[in-house]
């Protein structure tokens, strides 16, 4: 059996004397700043440090008579290790349900700000609070917002605490009515529909607000999972996402650009955006909105090491059916309408620099992340966006 205080050498023949158990000691206990879908890196970070802090604890040996041993020994460091993390398995697994983390509390204290009512407030999946206390104070006042630290408690506590439902959350922001729906009954949702087919007539034009905290990347059919989201929004209504953008290869079917919800989400289809934000999962990252495409007349992309999450708002302006006439990438609308239009040499110039200046920039760009042109991203401060 494993133990952390055995004498060095025992048990081990690879370890020496001077070998010395290492013990991990989290610098900060408690639940982390970033929990839910902008914190995977953070998580799956801490099960990479059990793995190798087992493996350096066990210290298996090549010798094949010992291999059983040392897996074992790993396997038992590795559950050892684990308990010591400031977050455990348990909630682990629940970080991995979709929910409200810190960033999209704020993202939906600045859309309540900008007009968004959540009178009448339909959640696609059950959502789950993924904050504490201490966290749900920090995202009012990233939002310019102000909460008494014993009501933040109060709210927190009567979701069912960290990763409870978000229900009485969304109430307190001031929802009358709140509902889900999902494909399946496991978390006993309101209503249960699969969104691969269409929404069914009792739920068009019926909330004020409809919320995808990170469904429908999940669903095959995602443009008729799109526009049955559009259509439950009543006229006036306000449909908020929050989908990933980046670097999230295998969470879903699909990642997304914001030139997708840009077209879909337009005027021909009844919407109008009023947000479009991106964050990146690391603790600097500061919102950024991105411009629309077809303003530019050019594609706006973000390369970047992080995970990205785009913050979608859109408001419905007009009772019309949704993907009448399919959608259109916007620089190639500009293309097929202007053909004499100068095409971005950007890459070419790229391309003629010499290799030994040319790999040093392409460590430069993969390390600090590149954007398609200047004024394409701009720094937003949610504060002002709440005022």
Known sequence: ?????????????????SARTPRVTPKRRGVPLFIGQLDWDRHDRHLLTANYYASRTACPSHRPQNRLLSLLRIGSARQKVIRRLSVGREQLDRI???????????FLLAAQATGASLDRTL????????????????AYADAGKLIDPALAEQVVREC?????????????????????????????????????????????????????????EHVFNFPQALKNCMQAVEPDGH??????????????????????????????????????????????????????????????????????????????????EPFTTAPQQSDYTVAWS???????????????????????????????????????FHRVDLAQLSR
């Open 160 to 216: 069912g605490g960290f990763g409870g439902y978000a229900e009485s959350f969304l109430k307190h922001m001031g929802a009358r009515e709140v509902e889900s729906l999902d494909a399946s009954a496991y978390e006993h949702a309101t209503h249960i529909h699969d969104l691969n087919s269409p929404l069914p007539n009792h739920l068009t034009a019926r909330y004020s607000l409809v919320i995808d905290g990170g469904s429908l």
């Open 338 to 376: 202007d053909p004499s239009r100068p095409v971005s040499n950007r890459l070419l110039l790229y391309q003629r620099l010499p290799t030994p200046i040319r790999l040093p920039v392409k460590a430069v760009k993969m390390l600090l992340g590149t954007t398609s042109g200047p004024g394409h």
């Open 239 to 320: 449909l908020a996402l929050i989908t990933p953008a980046n670097n999230q290869f295998g969470h879903g079917f699909y990642q997304f650009s914001p030139d997708l919800f840009y077209r879909a989400l337009s005027s021909q289809n009844g919407f109008q955006i009023q947000l479009m934000l991106i964050l990146a999962a690391h603790r600097g990252a500061r919102w950024r909105s991105i411009v629309d495409p077809a303003e530019v007349g050019a594609r706006v992309t973000l390369t970047s090491p992080w995970q990205s999450l785009l913050f979608v708002l859109a408001r419905r302006i007009s009772d019309v």
């Open 123 to 138: 959640t696609i999946g059950r959502q789950n609070l993924f904050v504490t206390a201490e966290m749900l104070t920090r």
């Open 1 to 17: 059996m494993y133990r952390d205080d055995r004498r060095p050498g025992a048990g081990c023949p690879q370890a020496t004397s």
């Open 96 to 106: 991995r349900q979709i929910g409200f983390n810190q960033p999209t509390i704020s």
